[in-house]
């Protein structure tokens, strides 16, 4: 699978990694997963997305802004959801989802560095473990 979920117990935080080859139909397939994960989570405090092991990113502008446009995965706005895209080419892309997506992803934020994304859930030295609820 070209992503998967983890989960620190602990801090109550979500880590959604991309590894591999992306395209339009895999982030396809994890807005649809992600949004059912997130919606039975109990108390999540925040969720990071993480592109740093992405190996070729294909997703088209287009698929970025269907994103943008549709309703957001996270429905509490006061969660902090932060996407780190180390790579020019996935920033790039991604800036799409911040500006066309900010009415309604006021907390949405794209950064370059995980220890960046840790810093905006407020947690340090997290444990992420495999998490079977999302599979």
Not at 28 to 47: N, P, V
Not at 109 to 134: M, R, W
Request: hydrophobic content about 45%; overall charge negative.
């Amino acid at each position: 699978m070209a992503f998967s979920f983890a989960f620190d117990s602990a801090t109550r935080v979500l880590l959604a990694r991309f590894e591999g080859h992306i395209t339009d139909e895999v982030m396809e397939d994890f807005y649809h997963r992600a949004k059912h994960r997130i919606a039975t989570a109990s108390e999540l405090r925040g969720t990071i997305v993480d592109f740093s092991p992405v190996v070729e990113f294909k997703v088209t502008p287009e698929m970025v802004r269907e994103v943008a446009w549709s309703p957001p995965i996270e429905t509490d706005a006061s969660r902090p959801v932060v996407a780190v895209a180390p790579s020019a080419e996935v920033f790039e892309i991604m800036w799409i989802l911040v500006t066309e997506g900010q009415e309604t992803r006021p907390n949405f934020h794209l950064v370059k560095s995980l220890e960046h994304a840790y810093a905006i859930v407020g947690i340090t030295n997290p444990n992420f473990v495999c998490d079977a609820q999302a599979i």
